[in-house]
């Protein structure tokens, strides 16, 4: 069924899943201690029905189709399998390097590209927040 979706479709399908949840995981601080499947399942149902424009395209035979949504579910686990497992760039982890260094704080681990990048923000804003 996800197959018969336009690409643009597919390709907004799969920047939602990817927004919500780099969301999800901001809120939890990247802590995979408080990570809870049915939290971010809300926070996507919330996301679909209020902010995605392409499920609003949908046609309601598809919307309530329940292979639809087993479909879109396994496409949901296999779009955060991808993104917990992309390894942060050379770039990201020279640019945390640095950041640790200036704030003079301990090193910590980060596992992925997007938990890097949510690093990088907040030491970013830790450091603006140190100089002003």
Known sequence: ?????????????TLSIKKVFERYMA?????????DAAELMEQWRHYLYNEA???????????????????????????????????PTDEQ????NRLVERL??????YGCKLEAKYHIE?????????KS
């Open 122 to 130: 907040r030491l970013q804003q830790e450091l603006k927040k140190k």
């Open 93 to 96: 982890i020279a640019e945390i």
């Open 53 to 87: 424009t392409w499920f609003s395209e949908l046609d309601d035979a598809v919307k309530s189709n329940p292979e639809f949504h087993e479909q879109l579910a396994n496409r949901i686990n296999e779009i955060i399998g991808q993104l917990v497992n992309e390894p």
């Open 27 to 35: 809120t939890i601080g990247w802590d995979e201690t408080k990570y």
């Open 104 to 109: 003079g704080i301990e090193d910590f681990p």
């Open 1 to 13: 069924m996800l197959k018969q979706l336009s690409h643009r479709m597919k390709m907004n399908m």
